[in-house]
C-alpha cells in the first residue's frame, strides 16, 4: 500500500525548485496548524531539492525558513526541519542552529533527532553539546570530529610478545602463509605458528614486533589482533574491547583518536547488536569510537565455536604491501594469491605473464628477487597500460606487449627454452565468455612446452569443473585447491620434462 505522505514528497519534488519555493512554501507559511501538519513532507522535499539546486542567496533563504521551523510548535515540522537543515545550509550556520535547540530540547526523541542531525555536521559547537545528546549521537558527533581531524595505524610501534595473531584470508593459501612465516628472516624467533584453520593461520608471537613486520608477509588477506574469545554475549563482547590491555594496544598503534567499525563477520548487518555493544563499549571507555566510516579499525567478531573471537584488524587502504596498483583492470588477480603463484615458481631469472592484465603477477615474481627478465602480454591496451602503471610504481622493469599470447614470443625475440618461468590467471570464461577457451588454454600449454627451459615452471589458475588438461611434455608436481573469491580453483605448477627435446 502506498503511503501518502511519501507520495506527497515525490509529488512535491517534481515541482522542481522554482514552484516549490514561490508557491509551496507560501501556501504552507500562510495555513493553519492543520493544514501545515498535513503538508510536512513539503519540508523533506525542500532540503533535498534545495540540496541538488538554487543558488547561493535562494540556499540562504531556504535556510532561514528552515531555521525559523526549529520553533515551530509541531514537534514533527522541527524534526523535518533538522533533517533539512545539514542538507542545504553551510556548516557553521547549521551547527549554530542545531547546537542552540539541543541546549533547549526537552523530549528524549526529539533530542535523538537533533543529534541525529548534528552529527552530519559534527564540528566543534557540535562537540560542545554532546553530552546533553543520546549517547549513540554523541558518539557519532565525537567520531565525525576525530575522522575530521585525521589519524592513522602505527605500523612501526613494538608490540609485545604474547600477542595472538590471526592471518586471515582465501581458502586454500593457508599453506603458502605459514611457509612465507616460516621462512621470513624478519619474523624468525619471533612469530610461530600455532594453529590454523580453512583461511586462517594462527600465530603467537613470542617475541616482539611491530605490524609492518607482519606485513612483510604477501600471501594473506588480513592481519587480525586477537583480543579474547567470549561468550555470545553483548556485555562480554564490549567487556573485552573496553578493556585496558586492548585500549592499550589500539592507543599505542593510533595516531589520532581510535575509530573502529564493527562487524559480526559473515552473518550480515546485525545492527542491533553493532549498535548494543557500541553503546557499552562507550560508556566503559569513551575515548574509544564507533564509527561506521572510514575507521581506522575494525573489531571483527568471527565465529569460533559457539563463541565469539574477537579481532582487532588496522583497515589499511590501500593495502601497504600493494600500493603499487595504481590502476586495475575488471578480472585483475587477487594480490594476496598472486602473491602465492609467485611464490610458488620459486627462482629463476626471467618470467613472463602471458595474459598479464594489470601485471600484478609480474611485480609480485619480481618482488621476491632473482629476476632479470620480465615480460608480459596481453591483448586488452587498457590492460597494459594498467600494467604499465604498476610495474613502474613497483620500480620493475619490463618488456609489455600489446598483443596475442601466441605472438609474444616472436614479437619479443624469445627464443625456444629462453624462459624460466610463466605464472599467470588466464581468461576463465566467466566475466567475457570465450568460446574457443579451451583451445586458447591448450595453446597456452603448448607454448610453455617451446619457450620454457627444461626445468622451467608454468604456474597457471586452473578451474575446477572444467580442468583443462597440460601437455605430454610437461609434468604437473603441485595442484592446491583455492578459493578464487565465490568459486575454486587450482593453483598448478608445471615443470618442463628435461627430455622434451629428445
Ligand atoms: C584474468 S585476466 C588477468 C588478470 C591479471 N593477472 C591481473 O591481475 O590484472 C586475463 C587477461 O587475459 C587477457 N587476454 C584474453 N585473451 C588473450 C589473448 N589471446 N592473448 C593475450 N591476452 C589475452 C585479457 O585481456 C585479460 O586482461
Not at 67 to 83: F, K, Q, S, T, V
Not at 103 to 130: D, I, N, Q, T
Amino acid at each position: 500500500m502506498k503511503n501518502p505522505a511519501t507520495e506527497m514528497y515525490r509529488e512535491l519534488r517534481e515541482l522542481g525548485w522554482e514552484r516549490l519555493w514561490g508557491e509551496e512554501v507560501a501556501r504552507f507559511d500562510a495555513g493553519g496548524a492543520e493544514y501545515r501538519a498535513g503538508r510536512v513532507a513539503l519540508v523533506r522535499a525542500v532540503g533535498v531539492v534545495f540540496s541538488e539546486s538554487g543558488c547561493a542567496s535562494q540556499r540562504e533563504a531556504v535556510v532561514e525558513w528552515l531555521r525559523g521551523l526549529l520553533e515551530d510548535p509541531n514537534e514533527r515540522i522541527r524534526r523535518y526541519a533538522m533533517a533539512a537543515l545539514p542538507k542545504v545550509g553551510e556548516r557553521a550556520v547549521v551547527e549554530r542552529a542545531l547546537a542552540g535547540v539541543a541546549r533547549g530540547v526537552a523530549g528524549e526523541r526529539e533530542r535523538r533527532h537533533v543529534g541525529k542531525a548534528l552529527a552530519k555536521v559534527a564540528g566543534r559547537r557540535a562537540l560542545e553539546v554532546a553530552d546533553v545528546l543520546p549517547a549513540a549521537m554523541a558518539q557519532k558527533i565525537k567520531a565525525g570530529a576525530a575522522r575530521e581531524a585525521g589519524g592513522r595505524v602505527l605500523l612501526d610501534v613494538d608490540i609485545p610478545a604474547g600477542v595472538r595473531i590471526h592471518l586471515r584470508g582465501r581458502r586454500g593459501l593457508e599453506g603458502f602463509v605459514r611457509s612465507e612465516v616460516e621462512g621470513s628472516r624478519l619474523l624468525r624467533g619471533r612469530m610461530r605458528v600455532v594453529g590454523g584453520g580453512s583461511g586462517l593461520v594462527a600465530l603467537e608471537a613470542v617475541g616482539g614486533f611491530t605490524l609492518g613486520d607482519v606485513f612483510s608477509l604477501r600471501c594473506f588477506g588480513s592481519l587480525n589482533l586477537v583480543l579474547g574469545e567470549v561468550a555470545r554475549d553483548s556485555e562480554a563482547v564490549a567487556g573485552v574491547i573496553a578493556s585496558g590491555r586492548a585500549w592499550g594496544m589500539v592507543h599505542a598503534l593510533t595516531e589520532g583518536v581510535p575509530r573502529y567499525r564493527l562487524e559480526f563477520v559473515g552473518e550480515g548487518h546485525r545492527r542491533g547488536a553493532v549498535a548494543e555493544i557500541a553503546e557499552r563499549v562507550h560508556a566503559l571507555r569513551p575515548e574509544m569510537l564507533n564509527d561506521a566510516r572510514l575507521a581506522l579499525w575494525a573489531l571483527d567478531l568471527h565465529s569460533a565455536g559457539g563463541r565469539l573471537s574477537v579481532e582487532l584488524r588496522p583497515r589499511l587502504v590501500p593495502d601497504p604491501r600493494f600500493s603499487y596498483r595504481l590502476a586495475d583492470v575488471p578480472a585483475a588477480s587477487h594480490p594476496p594469491l598472486a602473491a602465492a603463484m609467485a611464490l610458488l615458481a620459486g627462482r629463476g631469472e626471467s618470467v613472463w605473464d602471458p595474459f598479464c592484465g594489470s601485471g600484478v603477477e609480474l611485480v609480485e615474481r619480481a618482488r621476491l628477487g632473482g629476476v632479470r627478465r620480465v615480460y608480459g602480454s596481453d591483448l586488452s591496451g587498457e590492460a597494459l597500460r594498467a600494467a604499465e602503471a604498476n610495474l613502474k610504481a613497483a620500480g620493475v622493469k619490463g618488456v609489455l606487449r600489446c598483443c596475442d599470447f601466441r605472438e609474444f614470443p616472436r614479437i619479443a625475440g624469445i627464443r625456444a627454452g629462453g624462459v624460466d618461468q610463466i605464472i599467470t590467471n588466464p581468461p576463465l570464461g566467466r566475466r567475457v565468455p570465450i568460446p574457443d577457451l579451451k583451445e586458447m588454454i591448450g595453446d597456452l600449454f603448448a607454448l610453455a612446452a617451446e619457450v620454457l627451459r627444461p626445468g622451467g615452471v608454468l604456474v597457471l589458475a586452473n578451474p575446477v569443473g572444467s580442468e583443462w588438461r597440460g601437455d605430454a611434455r610437461l609434468r604437473r608436481d603441485v595442484s592446491q585447491r583455492v578459493d578464487f573469491g565465490g568459486f575454486d580453483c587450482r593453483i598448478e605448477r608445471y615443470r618442463v620434462r628435461p627430455s622434451r627435446r629428445a
